[in-house]
Structure formats: C-alpha cells, structure tokens
C-alpha cells in the first residue's frame, strides 16, 4: 500500500541550493581525497553527494547557513593561503585551545557540521577502497569465490 513521505513541520519539499554553493561543498568534497591522497575517482559520488545536501537541507533548515558560510569561509582561506593551504587550514586547523566543547566560532561550525560530515561521507560512499577495503561497499561483500580474497572475516 502506498504512503505519504513522512515529512516534519518546516519541510518544504526539496530545497534549491545556489549553484555557487553546491560548486563550494563539492569543492570541499573533492578537496578531501587530494588533502588525504585517497586515490579515488570523486566524480561518481557527485550525484549522490548532490542529494546529500538536499536530504541535509530538507531534514534540518538550519544547513542552508552552514553551506553559505562554508562558502564564504572557504573563499576567505582560499584568496588568503591559496588553494591547497586554503583547504588544508580548513581540515586541520584548531581554532581554540584548552578542552574542547561546543562549536563557538564559524570555522569550527563548519569543520563539525561540513567538513567532518563531508569526510564521513567521502569514506562512505566508496573511498574506504583506497585503504585496502575488501568488503566494502556492502554489508556482506559478495559472494564466495574461488580465487578471490574472502568477503568476510573468517576464523584463521
């Protein structure tokens, strides 16, 4: 039987995000395999990285922001340090010292709910290869087949 999407009281069906944006987080994204030398090809992620930030959007409002001041940080860093310093910054840099809590300035806001998801991401969809991954993507990894490396962990 057919259901309605369950949708929460500030859905308003799939946001527009500005194209300037969505070339920033993708620049983001594709910044974090150079910066960690993944090896992976990013462009096949576009699409469902695309519909990442919609779903983002669309269940909590509130990273329509965060992707606009992911952009203006990101622009910022990137005319200050140039492009590889811009993002290394980006990935690395702790604003604050002593215990940390709670995100109080806008870079460490964006690290937290940008960059560090944008990474989670990245690894997820497929760059967990290029660490030597066997049984990824997939719970199970495949079948059993003669010849070829064991989708599982077995007792040995």
Known sequence: MYQNRASHALDQGSPKIPDDVVEAMWGI?????????LGDDPEPYRLRFQ???TNRIALNPIYSNLYAAALRLVRELVKAHGKAKGYELLFTQKPRS??????Q?????????????FISLRLA??????????????YFGGANIEGQPTPYRTHE
């Open 125 to 138: 969809l497929g760059s967990f290869k290029s660490f030597g991954a066997v049984n990824y993507c997939g």
């Open 29 to 37: 994204f594709v910044a974090i395999g150079d910066f960690w030398v």
């Open 98 to 103: 002593g215990p940390v809590g709670p995100p």
């Open 105 to 117: 300035t806008e870079l460490e806001f964006i690290q937290l709910y940008v960059t560090n998801e």
């Open 51 to 53: 519909a990442f930030l």
